[in-house]
């Protein structure tokens, strides 16, 4: 029955045009236009809070594989203070588009913005 469940819910939000946009592990889904795909191969992710470093002038991430799905050698994003994104729940979030070189969008928890 929860296979059912999860058909009609999917089918829903096909209705509703929810499809383009796909939830963090959390439950809150990203901006349509920040995400491309969907959880199991959507480009927007959690990433760990150590991988951030806050400077004056805005945010420095560096990650490494495994720290998102995209990621296949050590990439470095400079995110600008002005351009970071409220986060839904309290992680750190980055959607890599159209290359694991880009930064699409980047969320950051309340407390940290």
């Not at 383009?20 to 760990?48: F, L, N, R, V």
Request: aromatic share 8%.
């Amino acid at each position: 029955m929860i296979g059912l469940a999860g058909v009609i819910v999917t089918a829903a939000a096909l209705e509703d045009g929810a499809a383009y946009a796909h939830m963090a592990d959390s439950g809150w889904t990203y901006p349509p236009a920040c995400c491309h795909g969907d959880q199991a191969s959507g480009e927007c992710q959690t990433i760990p809070s150590i991988t951030v470093t806050p400077r004056p002038d805005g945010y420095v991430v560096v990650l490494r594989p495994g720290d998102h799905r995209k990621i296949t050698h050590q990439n470095r994003y400079f995110v600008p203070y002005d351009v970071v994104l409220p986060s839904g729940d309290d992680n750190f979030h980055i959607c890599l588009h159209p290359t694991e070189e880009h930064e699409n969008c980047f969320f950051a928890p309340a407390n940290a913005m």
